[in-house]
């Protein structure tokens, strides 16, 4: 077991174990975050009148300067502004840790308990935690700070650059990482630090920054500010927000943007979750790629937000844990891959032999990957906590209309105008947008009443509803017939008693009940996330794991939509980018032609 980041002196100060530096200062951590970062930056006057301001810090640590700031936006936040925060910290240390290290604040507690219940974990990547009662987002990067700031492409307004001293941690302060910093920072930022290592004041000088000593606090005698040039840009963030479409994604989209302190419009042709988003339940799991690449990275961070969400919604939950059998000889090494990996958090998913496998769903089978944080959730629940009042009515078309768009009913009648409209749509997103990458895959699903058993996936699946069990399910491409067949209901019973004979022996003779839906699928089965149009924007081609990616990606979506910092790494945002099919087009094209790129 990996030994903790952090270990207490006699005293009760945090330092850290690896480079045996303070986390704060002797003579007062908070007074000192409140000097040295808050008043650096010129904090609170500097987002007077702001819709929305961006802080950005290297070193997380305990979490101090964050809370400090929280709790100086609670005081003195513009009316109806948003707090947006990006912090990087390469050794995180546990919530119980930092519980320790900022009790030593009472007067913090109720901004400390807030950022304590959402605390980041350990796995590699983005963190992002919502905090609606400061009208205030975090995102932590668990990574080193060069590649964190490679991977987030915001702007900061403010920087608070406290990681451990130039002297023992060289590596965040290196030239190539302050580059980053002024690269990531608008017009008229401002940088705080306690150090005047003359490195350090040289690579901010070298990178645009004017740079200035000031006094410093306690016992150290100076301390640093900078100042990007330029004036501070106006924020007018779109406030007139339409989401076509009222599944899962549709849904998703309403909680982000509504996160994000904007209330969006939600239009459906039928009802809430009419398409997929309406079986009894859904499977929260991700791809398990063991590759370890871009999309191996993406399905991981978006199973964890899933999970993380989908636990503040009221009866969401239906069970908790997943048990993926192996069902090729190649499943033992990718599953002790990837259980290996940085993906998921430490411990999150276990290789259990063929024995205990065969305990855990009751009959002989083969060795599995435990997937003890995966869930199986009510869509009905997800749907009516994440979705405003919907307005029933087929959107035919989107038209442009002066420098937003406008919603347009089949009768030919406006049904709104909007800033910003989001296709959400599933398998009819061709239908708004003509050139969406999107196929149709029918898949039919079984449902069994009155009996129980645990969630298993091995390529088909099985899971408990809150009346019984729920089986299958089919996949076949290019069919739009959402009818339900009886053969397809033994094709599902087929592919169960192949792996679960006995369970499926009990199904038996049982009355079965067949759903069927249409998902939408992309020519490189990765979904699409992102603008395709100035002001348009689409999220689909989620295919079977809707549940699992829309939530992510819908913050995604949210925050391009509002020039905001969006919770996914530049690398990942590229994979789901809906301009990759054109740019492949356009390379296959020049390809054909013998040109070069």
Not at 328 to 336: Q, V
Not at 527 to 544: D, E, F, K, N, R
Request: hydrophobic share 50%.
């Amino acid at each position: 077991m990996d030994e903790p980041p952090v270990i207490f002196d006699a005293d009760g100060l945090p330092r850290s174990r690896r480079y045996g530096d303070v986390y704060f200062s002797r003579e007062g951590g908070l007074a000192e975050s409140r000097a040295v970062f808050l008043a650096g930056c010129g904090l609170p006057e500097r987002w007077a009148g702001r819709r929305s301001f961006t802080v950005a810090e290297l070193g997380f640590g305990t979490g101090l300067n964050v809370a400090a700031l929280l709790e100086l936006w609670r005081a003195h936040r513009p009316p109806g502004a948003h707090l947006r925060v990006f912090s990087v910290e390469a050794e995180p240390m546990s919530a119980e840790a930092a519980r320790r290290a900022l009790a030593a604040w009472p007067e913090l507690a109720p901004v400390t308990e807030a950022m304590l219940s959402r605390w980041p974990g350990r796995r590699a990547g983005f963190h992002r935690a919502d905090l609606p009662e400061f009208s205030a987002t975090l995102d932590v990067a668990i990574l080193d700070a060069g590649a964190a700031l490679e991977a987030w492409y915001g702007r900061a307004d403010a920087w608070f650059l406290d990681g451990f001293s130039p002297a023992v941690n060289p590596q965040m302060w290196r030239d190539e990482v302050m580059a980053l910093v002024a690269a990531r920072s608008a017009p008229g930022a401002r940088i705080a630090t306690y150090t005047v290592a003359g490195q350090v004041r040289r690579a901010l000088a070298a990178a645009g920054l004017a740079v200035e000593r000031r006094p410093g606090f306690g016992a150290k005698r100076e301390r640093l500010e900078a100042s990007m040039p330029g004036e501070a840009p106006r924020d007018e963030p779109p406030s007139r927000v339409a989401i076509v479409g009222a599944g899962i994604a549709g849904a998703a989209l309403a909680r982000a943007f509504r996160a994000q302190g904007v209330a969006a419009r939600v239009f459906e042709a039928a009802r809430p979750g009419a398409g997929a988003s309406g079986n009894p339940v859904a499977l929260v799991t991700p791809r398990l790629d063991a590759g370890l690449g871009a999309p191996a990275r993406l399905h991981a961070q978006a199973f964890a937000r899933a999970v993380q969400l989908y636990k503040d919604v009221a009866d969401a939950i239906v069970a908790r844990g997943v048990l993926q059998l192996e069902a090729a000889p190649r499943d033992a090494g990718r599953f002790a891959r990837i259980a290996a990996s940085d993906l998921f958090e430490p411990g999150a998913l276990a290789i259990l032999t063929a024995a205990a496998a065969s305990e855990a769903v009751g009959e002989p089978a083969p060795a599995a990957l435990a997937m003890g944080g995966a869930l199986v959730v009510d869509p009905a629940a997800a749907l009516a906590a994440w979705l405003p009042a919907v307005d029933l009515g087929r959107v035919a078309e989107v038209a442009r209309a002066g420098d937003g768009w406008r919603l347009v009913a089949t009768s030919g009648e406006a049904l709104a105008e909007a800033d910003v409209v989001c296709l959400a749509s599933g398998a009819a997103l061709a239908a708004l947008w003509p050139e969406a990458p999107i196929a149709p895959v029918r898949g039919q699903l079984s449902l069994v009443d009155g009996l129980t058993a645990p969630a298993v996936a091995w390529g088909a699946y099985v899971a408990p509803t809150r009346a019984g069990l729920v089986f299958g399910a089919t996949h076949d491409r290019g069919e739009t017939d959402a009818a339900p067949r009886r053969a397809d209901d033994e094709r599902n019973l087929a592919a169960l008693a192949g792996r679960l004979p006995r369970l499926a022996a009990r199904l038996a003779g049982r009355p079965t009940l067949g759903r069927a839906s249409i998902r939408a699928a992309t020519p490189d089965q990765l979904p699409i996330a992102g603008a395709v149009a100035p002001g348009l924007m689409a999220l689909g081609g989620l295919g079977s794991r809707g549940f699992t990616l829309a939530p992510l990606l819908a913050e995604h979506v949210a925050a391009l939509a509002l020039g905001a910092p969006s919770p996914l790494p530049t690398p990942l945002a590229r994979i789901v980018a809906p301009e990759r099919f054109a740019e492949r087009a356009r390379r296959r094209g020049l390809a054909a032609s013998g040109e070069t790129l």
